[in-house]
């Protein structure tokens, strides 16, 4: 591994704005999108949700629960996965992929709550779930589960911020020890809660049968949500390294570097047996249930697409890249897997929702929807950035080394 100067952001001063002041081509572009969201913002909190949607009483749900929500949740699951891999299964190879998921995952399920205030008619009412719980509702389930998660991944996330301001605060040091410490306490608790509530989600859509296409319509949803999620966050960890290895090489250490391509080769391969049980699941669900006749429609050969270009040939990409040894491979099946979660979330919220119904009256998201989904991504990326120029996720802390 070749000597490379790394910067270490806490040794500086607290705050470092200089990269996101310089007049680049993508700061021009973030800065159009963040001020056109704002203002997308405003009149959507002054003139209500349809002012800038085409959601009705057919498509209560739309982008924002079918992107935002489902999308985000499914794409945020690297954290769960990585921490399990290494503190569970004990894989401490794993050790400096860590935080970089963790950091994914709290900024993921973070802004999906904020995305979720977009799409709830009275956002205020939010918390009403806690003083007044419907037990028996899944969604109710849900959202405990991911309001309780999101504290979780708070406080794993935290001992990077704690370590950045270690040196303005030493009170936090005793905070982050005792942080450190409940490690495993806190990931088998994350992963019970990321089970549940990632599988709730397709348990959202049991209540739809005639409403869902039967190729998409099964009572294992829950098991098919959770399941592609696996796959999901082995994927996302592989593709979020290829824009962390390619735009904040220097923020890495030695470690890092040294460890992330075993990380790409060891998540392929798992995400390999994933994709590939995922695969035969739904293949025998389709079968079970009698469902061979709608391969043959127009919709058969859409959900053809999503199986055998988004889930068959990642999987087999992913074997060969993993055996092989082929570091390009592998990252071509994570971005492969990647969009088909997200196709498969798009197919079961909106393009087979309602397929009944005349094209007229389809829904479509308004160009408002759109923006404001791109405006959620962009704040994400954002504060992603202002967190690894500021903070100790790609290397670790020099003052706190012994104790990692």
Known sequence: MSQHSIVIPSKGKLFNLDEFLKPTPGNIITAIILTVGLIITVIRFTMGI??????????????????DLLCGVALAAG?????????????????????????????GYGFVVVALLYDLGHPLRLPFMFFFPGTTSVLFEVGLCVATYVTVLFIEFSVAPMEWLAQKFPCLIKWRRLVVHSTIVLTIFGVTLSTLHQSSLGALYLIAPEKLHPLWYSPFMPMFFFVSSMAAGASMVIFEGIFAHKGLHHYMDETHLRESDGVVLSFSRAASFILFAYFMLKLIDMLVQANLPYVFSGYGAWWLVEMLGFVLLPALLYAKGARDRNLTLCRIASANTVLGIVLNRFNVSMIAFNYNLPPAERYFPSIWEICISIFVVTMIVTVYRFIIYHMPVLYEHPDFRDEH
């Open 50 to 67: 349809g002012s800038v949607t085409n959601l009705s009483n057919t498509q209560p749900w739309g982008l924002w629960i079918g992107f």
């Open 79 to 107: 954290g769960y996965f990585t921490t399990v891999a290494c503190y569970v299964m004990g894989m401490k190879q794993f050790h400096s992929a860590v935080r970089p998921a963790i950091t994914t995952a709290f900024l």
